[in-house]
């Protein structure tokens, strides 16, 4: 790998403590960090370099999946770092980091490429561009990136701006905008799942499917986050974002051996033939919630406007479900259905594909009691795939009844999402982030939404903490003669288990 620079902003924060500290560190303990690897963390705290790599060194052993108990390991990891005070606005100091930077590279040999990873508020973002820029920091002898987090813009006009901003300082390129979902290992696996499994390759289209159901419940509230969330909700803070992006890399067909290029430009496709939503409609095809007071997990908790920070009055949406439609070739037809929440039943993001009922046929008096076809991609906290098919009930010889047939990876230590992200940036793979033709479709699609909520176009329904959601959740799938599959009792009557013969064996 390139000799790099790690240059973090906001070094002191949440994000660099909980996720990115933990993710270098295991990407050290792999061998994936590049030889020459040095680590600048900036904040406006006077920090020395030893209470930094202190706190970095505290991170680890509270938050790294590995535990961080080598001291030896430990300390050869943390003598990569080191801490400059830098205001972001304050040019002088990014003259003084870039001098700091030279004499390191210089020390190490190594050559000036650059990652400028931004933990920090999004107001940030182009005022630390354009003083990279200005400043001489992105040098011309080496690479630069920028690796920027959510969220992108705040509706469709200001991702715009903030996009042309950042581009007279990166290419696009050069830029590489996290979303955790992308590093989430099941959401690496679909394209391989897809390319690697002619069974599943010739089922992937409206032919074989009824629809697709892609859920990312949450059970927490919005916890100290109030400030930020209550002027985004759910649909900029999860749908927007993770949501959609969920349902491109379900709705791409990849052809083998695809490039990260081939990746990006059919997602733009799927994105592309998404049917637009005008604003009139979205009433009749997105549902918006908001937790009311209930229990989750046996304890009592708040609503939302009761929580600190939250105002009485608040109509923020904490509960999305949308209907889209994908008008190509492969997808026309099925619905896909999408929600979000917070304060719900369980924790659970998964993707649920319903297979259409076979042609009835006389003979087969007993096709009503059968139940469809299910396949199951469980992305977190547990991963795995589910197949539902149907069995003969061994009592009730005249009935079916659903086996299920599950594939749960038994590897504890899978890398976490941030180790995959950060790992493919400093490789330089952009597969795994999002283009901005993408964000932009995103948010383009979404604008209708925002509209509408702010406009009051569209109910809010309140729902019980601890519920899936309100009742017109469920009303949005009846319509199509549908209903939210795996919800509550997860419906496992047979169950094998991975390293098992899969086949129809449990009870038998
Ligand atoms: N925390 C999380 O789980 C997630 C966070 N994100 C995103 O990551 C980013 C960072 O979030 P998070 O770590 O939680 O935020 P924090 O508020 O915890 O940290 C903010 C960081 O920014 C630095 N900072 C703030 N103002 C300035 C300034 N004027 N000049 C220099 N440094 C400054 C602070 O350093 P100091 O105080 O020393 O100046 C601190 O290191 C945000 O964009 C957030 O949306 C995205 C997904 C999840
Ligand atoms: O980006 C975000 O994601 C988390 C949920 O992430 P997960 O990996 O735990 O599913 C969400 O809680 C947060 O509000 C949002 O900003």
Do not use: C
Not at 67 to 78: H, T, Y
Not at 241 to 270: E, G, Y
Not at 338 to 366: C, D, H, N, W, Y
């Amino acid at each position: 790998m390139d000799a790099t620079t790690f240059i973090l902003f906001g070094a002191t924060g949440d994000l660099a403590k909980r996720k990115i500290y933990p993710a270098l560190f295991n990407l050290f303990i792999d061998g994936k960090l590049p030889q020459a690897f040095s680590v600048f963390g900036l904040g406006r705290r006077e920090l020395t370099d030893e209470t930094f790599r202190a706190n970095v060194g505290q991170a680890l052993r509270s938050f790294s999946r590995r535990e961080a108990n080598d001291d030896e390991a430990v300390s050869r990891f943390l003598s990569a770092f080191s801490y400059s005070v830098l205001h972001i606005d304050r040019e002088d100091d990014y003259a003084n980091l870039l001098r700091l930077v030279e004499q390191r590279e210089a020390a190490l040999n190594a050559a000036p490429n650059r990652m400028f990873y931004l933990s920090v508020g999004p107001e940030f973002f182009t005022t630390i561009a354009a003083n990279v820029k200005s400043s001489g920091l992105g040098s011309a002898d080496g690479w630069k990136r920028l690796v920027i987090e959510k969220p992108f813009g705040h509706d469709l006009q200001s991702a715009r701006e903030l996009n042309e901003q950042l581009s007279r300082s990166f290419e696009e390129h050069e830029v590489f905008r996290i979303d955790h979902y992308l590093g989430k290992p099941m959401v690496q696996k679909l394209e391989i799942l897809q390319q690697a499994n002619p069974v599943l390759q010739a089922l992937w289209t409206n032919r074989h499917i009824a629809n697709v159901q892609i859920t990312a419940n949450e059970t927490v509230g919005v916890e100290e986050r109030a400030g930020y969330y209550d002027h985004v909700g759910a649909v900029r803070d999860m749908f927007q974002n993770h949501m959609l992006q969920l349902l491109m890399m379900l709705a791409i067909h990849l052809p083998n051996n695809s490039t990260s290029d081939d990746v990006r430009l059919r997602k733009k496709k799927v994105m592309e033939a998404v049917v637009p939503l005008p604003k009139e409609n979205v009433a009749l095809q997105v549902i918006r919630g908001q937790y009311a007071e209930g229990t989750i997990q046996g304890k009592p908790v708040v609503g939302y406007k009761s929580e600190p920070g939250i105002a009485e009055t608040s109509t923020n949406d904490t509960f999305i479900a949308a209907r889209l439609e994908i008008d190509d070739y492969f997808w026309r037809g099925v619905p896909f259905y999408i929600r979000t929440g917070k304060r719900m039943a369980e924790k659970s993001t998964r993707i649920v594909i319903e297979f259409k009922e076979p042609l009835k046929q006389p003979a087969l008096a007993l096709d009503d009691s059968k139940t469809p076809n299910l396949l199951v991609f469980e992305i977190s906290p547990n991963e795995g795939i589910t197949l539902q098919l149907n069995t003969r009930d061994p009592q009730q010889k005249d009935e079916f009844k659903p086996m299920h047939v599950n594939f749960h990876t038994s590897e504890q230590d899978v890398p976490e999402a941030y180790e995959n992200l950060i790992g493919d940036a400093l490789r330089g793979d952009p597969t795994f982030f999002s283009h901005w033709d993408e964000v932009e479709l995103a948010w383009k699609w979404v604008q209708p939404i925002l509209d509408a909520f702010a406009e009051n176009l569209v109910p809010l329904h309140s729902y019980a903490a601890g519920s899936y959601g309100p009742a017109a959740s469920d009303e949005l799938l009846a319509k199509d003669g549908y209903r939210w599959r795996f919800d509550a009792e997860p419906e496992q009557p047979n169950e094998t288990k991975a390293g098992e013969n899969y086949a129809y064996h449990a009870n038998h």
